[in-house]
C-alpha cells in the first residue's frame, strides 16, 4: 500500500540539535506558556482566520503528528531526543499531495483505491451529484437549553454529514458491516456514537465546532455553483481558485509582514523554488513537497491565535473552547444528558460569521505570541498525559524530529540573501512570562523554531508574525499555489480573478464575508 510522500527539510544541511533529553525543560517551557497574559495589539486577526489556517493545514499535510508511526519519534516516550534527520523523512509521509486543491473537501489523496473511490462518490449529493452532500440539523422545537434558531427557517442544511445518514437500505452503505472500518464502530460499542462521525474528506475538520463550520462553507459554495449551472467538475474548480486566490489575498495578507509577504510574491517564492529544484527529482508527478520547518514548527503559529471563549452566536456569546470540541462527531453531545440522543448539529448551534469577522477585542483572535488559551493545557477529545498539553507536544515534537533552531535558519536565511534577517536579541528572546523558563532550559542560543516564531512576533510582530515566520509560512503556502500548473495562478489566457464568476449580477468573492454570503452561511445584504 502505498504510504504516501515524505515530508522534506528545508535546511538539511543546518547544524544539528544537541543529543540530550530536553524532557524537563520543553516541559516548563511549555507550562510558562500557558495563558497567563494577551498582548492586545491595536489591529487584532479576526478570529476566522485562526480556523482558515486551520483548514488550509489540513488541506495541505497529514502525517506530522509522529505517535503512532516510528518507535523512535514517540513524543511520549522516555527520554526526547532528537533523531537522525534521515530517520525522520524515511519514517514521515505526508498523506495529502501537497497542492492547496482542497483534497480535504474532495476526498482525494496522494493516491486513490477503489475504496477511496467509492467513498469520493458518497460524497455527493444523491439527488443531484454535482453537488456535495451536506447534513441536517435537529430541530429542538424550543426544548433547552436556549434555542433561538440560527439557519434560515427554509434551509436546514447547516451541518456536515454524518455516517448515521448514509448507511441503510438504498444509501450508500448497506449496513454497518459495509463502512471503511474507520467509520465502524468500536467492537463492543452500543452507543451509537459512531453514527456522529463526519461523513467528510478528512476527519480532523470536525475537530471543532468552528472548524467544521468552515468546511461546511466550502460544501456550500461548491454546491452554489452547480446552482448557477455548472457541472461537478466546473464548480470544484470555481471553488478551488476562490480559495486559493483569497489564501493569497487575504489568508496571508492578514498574518504575514506585508514587507516580507511583497517580497515572496514578487520573486515568486525563491526559497521554496530553490527546495523544490532540490527535491522534485524524487517526487512522483502532481506532488508537491511540504517542508518539515514549516508543518512542524511555522504554520503551528495558528494554536496562538486561539480564545478560550468565543462569541458565538445569538445563544451562545460566551462558548467555550471546551463547548466547541464536544459538538463534534469525536465529542459528547452536551444535550445528551437532557434527554436527547442528538446524532446531527441541534439548529442552535451554527456558527454566526459575522462575529468571526469582528475585529473588535472581545471578539477577535488571540494575539500572535508565546501564550496560549489556557484549554490547550488540558485538550478534551484527547488521551492522556502529553497529548492534553498542546504547547508541550510541539516542542517535544519539534525536538524529537531533530528541526534546526531558530537561530540555524536565521543563518540559512542570510546566507542566501534572502531578507529580512533581523534576531531577536538574548533580552528580547528572554522577556516576559516564558523567560526564565526559556533561560533555564539552555534554549536561548538553540531556540525552538516554533517558540521563536512565536516571540518574534510577540516581540515586533504588531499583530502579525515576524519576518522569519513570515518568510516561512508565506514561501511555503505561495511556493505551492505558484508551482501548481493547475493553480489559478497558471491558467492559460487572461489571469484569473474572482470578478470573472461575478455573472449575472452575481458579487465578486474577493473576501472571506462574500465567501460566507455566496454560500449561504450568512446573511445577504
Same mark, same amino acid.
Given at each position: 500500500?502505498?504510504?504516501?510522500?515524505?515530508?522534506?527539510?528545508?535546511?538539511?544541511?543546518?547544524?544539528?540539535?544537541?543529543?540530550?533529553?530536553?524532557?524537563?525543560?520543553?516541559?516548563?517551557?511549555?507550562?510558562?506558556?500557558?495563558?497567563?497574559?494577551?498582548?492586545?495589539?491595536?489591529?487584532?486577526?479576526?478570529?476566522?482566520?485562526?480556523?482558515?489556517?486551520?483548514?488550509?493545514?489540513?488541506?495541505?499535510?497529514?502525517?506530522?503528528?509522529?505517535?503512532?508511526?516510528?518507535?523512535?519519534?514517540?513524543?511520549?516516550?522516555?527520554?526526547?531526543?532528537?533523531?537522525?534527520?534521515?530517520?525522520?523523512?524515511?519514517?514521515?509521509?505526508?498523506?495529502?499531495?501537497?497542492?492547496?486543491?482542497?483534497?480535504?473537501?474532495?476526498?482525494?489523496?496522494?493516491?486513490?483505491?477503489?475504496?477511496?473511490?467509492?467513498?469520493?462518490?458518497?460524497?455527493?449529493?444523491?439527488?443531484?451529484?454535482?453537488?456535495?452532500?451536506?447534513?441536517?440539523?435537529?430541530?429542538?422545537?424550543?426544548?433547552?437549553?436556549?434555542?433561538?434558531?440560527?439557519?434560515?427557517?427554509?434551509?436546514?442544511?447547516?451541518?456536515?454529514?454524518?455516517?448515521?445518514?448514509?448507511?441503510?437500505?438504498?444509501?450508500?452503505?448497506?449496513?454497518?458491516?459495509?463502512?471503511?472500518?474507520?467509520?465502524?464502530?468500536?467492537?463492543?460499542?452500543?452507543?451509537?456514537?459512531?453514527?456522529?462521525?463526519?461523513?467528510?474528506?478528512?476527519?480532523?475538520?470536525?475537530?471543532?465546532?468552528?472548524?467544521?463550520?468552515?468546511?461546511?462553507?466550502?460544501?456550500?459554495?461548491?454546491?452554489?455553483?452547480?446552482?448557477?449551472?455548472?457541472?461537478?467538475?466546473?464548480?470544484?474548480?470555481?471553488?478551488?481558485?476562490?480559495?486559493?486566490?483569497?489564501?493569497?489575498?487575504?489568508?496571508?495578507?492578514?498574518?504575514?509582514?506585508?514587507?516580507?509577504?511583497?517580497?515572496?510574491?514578487?520573486?515568486?517564492?525563491?526559497?521554496?523554488?530553490?527546495?523544490?529544484?532540490?527535491?522534485?527529482?524524487?517526487?512522483?508527478?502532481?506532488?508537491?513537497?511540504?517542508?518539515?520547518?514549516?508543518?512542524?514548527?511555522?504554520?503551528?503559529?495558528?494554536?496562538?491565535?486561539?480564545?478560550?471563549?468565543?462569541?458565538?452566536?445569538?445563544?451562545?456569546?460566551?462558548?467555550?473552547?471546551?463547548?466547541?470540541?464536544?459538538?463534534?462527531?469525536?465529542?459528547?453531545?452536551?444535550?445528551?444528558?437532557?434527554?436527547?440522543?442528538?446524532?446531527?448539529?441541534?439548529?442552535?448551534?451554527?456558527?454566526?460569521?459575522?462575529?468571526?469577522?469582528?475585529?473588535?477585542?472581545?471578539?477577535?483572535?488571540?494575539?500572535?505570541? =508565546? !501564550?496560549? $488559551?489556557?484549554?490547550? &493545557?488540558?485538550? @478534551?477529545? +484527547? %488521551?492522556?498525559?502529553? #497529548?492534553?498539553? /498542546?504547547? *508541550?507536544?510541539?516542542?517535544?515534537?519539534?525536538?524529537?524530529?531533530?528541526?534546526?533552531?531558530?537561530?540555524?535558519?536565521?543563518?540559512?536565511?542570510?546566507?542566501?540573501?534572502?531578507?529580512?534577517?533581523?534576531?531577536?536579541?538574548?533580552?528580547?528572546?528572554?522577556?516576559?512570562? =516564558? !523567560?526564565? $523558563?526559556?533561560?533555564? &532550559?539552555?534554549? @536561548?542560543? +538553540? %531556540?525552538?523554531?516554533? #517558540?521563536?516564531? /512565536?516571540? *518574534?512576533?510577540?516581540?515586533?510582530?504588531?499583530?502579525?508574525?515576524?519576518?522569519?515566520?513570515?518568510?516561512?509560512?508565506?514561501?511555503?503556502?505561495?511556493?505551492?499555489?505558484?508551482?501548481?500548473?493547475?493553480?489559478?495562478?497558471?491558467?492559460?489566457?487572461?489571469?484569473?480573478?474572482?470578478?470573472?464568476?461575478?455573472?449575472? &449580477?452575481?458579487?465578486?468573492?474577493?473576501?472571506?464575508?462574500?465567501?460566507?454570503?455566496?454560500?449561504?452561511?450568512?446573511?445577504?445584504?
Amino acid at each position: 500500500m502505498d504510504l504516501g510522500e515524505p515530508f522534506v527539510f528545508l535546511f538539511p544541511d543546518a547544524p544539528p540539535l544537541k543529543s540530550e533529553d530536553k524532557k524537563a525543560q520543553l516541559g516548563a517551557l511549555a507550562t510558562a506558556m500557558i495563558e497567563t497574559f494577551s498582548q492586545e495589539t491595536e489591529d487584532g486577526i479576526p478570529a476566522v482566520f485562526t480556523y482558515l489556517g486551520q483548514f488550509i493545514d489540513h488541506d495541505m499535510t497529514a502525517g506530522t503528528n509522529t505517535d503512532d508511526v516510528l518507535e523512535a519519534l514517540r513524543i511520549d516516550a522516555t527520554l526526547i531526543i532528537p533523531q537522525d534527520r534521515q530517520l525522520v523523512q524515511n519514517g514521515l509521509r505526508n498523506m495529502r499531495k501537497g497542492s492547496l486543491q482542497l483534497d480535504s473537501l474532495y476526498g482525494d489523496g496522494p493516491f486513490n483505491s477503489p475504496e477511496s473511490t467509492k467513498l469520493q462518490a458518497a460524497m455527493r449529493d444523491p439527488v443531484n451529484p454535482n453537488k456535495m452532500l451536506l447534513g441536517e440539523l435537529v430541530r429542538l422545537n424550543g426544548a433547552p437549553p436556549r434555542t433561538e434558531r440560527i439557519a434560515p427557517a427554509d434551509d436546514n442544511f447547516f451541518d456536515l454529514p454524518r455516517v448515521g445518514a448514509i448507511v441503510g437500505p438504498g444509501k450508500p452503505f448497506a449496513d454497518v458491516a459495509a463502512l471503511p472500518l474507520p467509520l465502524q464502530p468500536a467492537p463492543g460499542d452500543t452507543s451509537g456514537k459512531w453514527k456522529r462521525k463526519a461523513f467528510i474528506g478528512d476527519s480532523r475538520n470536525d475537530e471543532n465546532l468552528i472548524v467544521a463550520q468552515t468546511h461546511l462553507a466550502f460544501l456550500r459554495l461548491h454546491n452554489s455553483f452547480v446552482e448557477r449551472g455548472m457541472d461537478f467538475t466546473e464548480a470544484r474548480q470555481a471553488t478551488v481558485f476562490h480559495y486559493q486566490w483569497l489564501i493569497v489575498n487575504s489568508y496571508l495578507d492578514e498574518v504575514c509582514d506585508r514587507a516580507t509577504l511583497s517580497s515572496v510574491i514578487a520573486n515568486k517564492a525563491p526559497l521554496y523554488t530553490k527546495f523544490l529544484e532540490r527535491v522534485k527529482p524524487t517526487l512522483p508527478l502532481g506532488v508537491l513537497p511540504v517542508p518539515l520547518e514549516f508543518s512542524a514548527a511555522a504554520f503551528r503559529f495558528g494554536h496562538s491565535m486561539v480564545r478560550g471563549v468565543y462569541d458565538f452566536n445569538a445563544n451562545f456569546k460566551d462558548a467555550t473552547l471546551t463547548q466547541l470540541f464536544q459538538f463534534t462527531g469525536g465529542g459528547p453531545n452536551p444535550v445528551g444528558g437532557a434527554g436527547f440522543d442528538l446524532e446531527t448539529l441541534p439548529d442552535n448551534w451554527p456558527i454566526d460569521w459575522v462575529r468571526f469577522l469582528d475585529r473588535a477585542p472581545g471578539r477577535r483572535a488571540r494575539p500572535i505570541d =508565546t !501564550g496560549l $488559551a489556557s484549554p490547550l &493545557g488540558d485538550m @478534551v477529545n +484527547e %488521551t492522556t498525559g502529553v #497529548f492534553k498539553q /498542546l504547547a *508541550e507536544r510541539n516542542l517535544r515534537r519539534g525536538h524529537v524530529l531533530n528541526l534546526p533552531s531558530a537561530q540555524s535558519v536565521i543563518a540559512a536565511l542570510t546566507n542566501m540573501g534572502l531578507e529580512p534577517t533581523t534576531e531577536l536579541t538574548s533580552a528580547q528572546l528572554t522577556s516576559g512570562v =516564558t !523567560g526564565s $523558563a526559556l533561560q533555564a &532550559g539552555g534554549f @536561548v542560543d +538553540e %531556540t525552538p523554531l516554533w #517558540f521563536y516564531v /512565536l516571540k *518574534e512576533a510577540e516581540v515586533f510582530g504588531r499583530g502579525k508574525l515576524g519576518p522569519v515566520g513570515s518568510r516561512l509560512v508565506a514561501e511555503t503556502i505561495f511556493g505551492l499555489i505558484v508551482h501548481d500548473p493547475d493553480s489559478y495562478l497558471n491558467r492559460t489566457g487572461t489571469p484569473w480573478h474572482p470578478a470573472q464568476m461575478a455573472a449575472g &449580477g452575481q458579487a465578486s468573492i474577493t473576501s472571506l464575508e462574500a465567501l460566507f454570503r455566496a454560500a449561504g452561511t450568512m446573511a445577504a445584504i
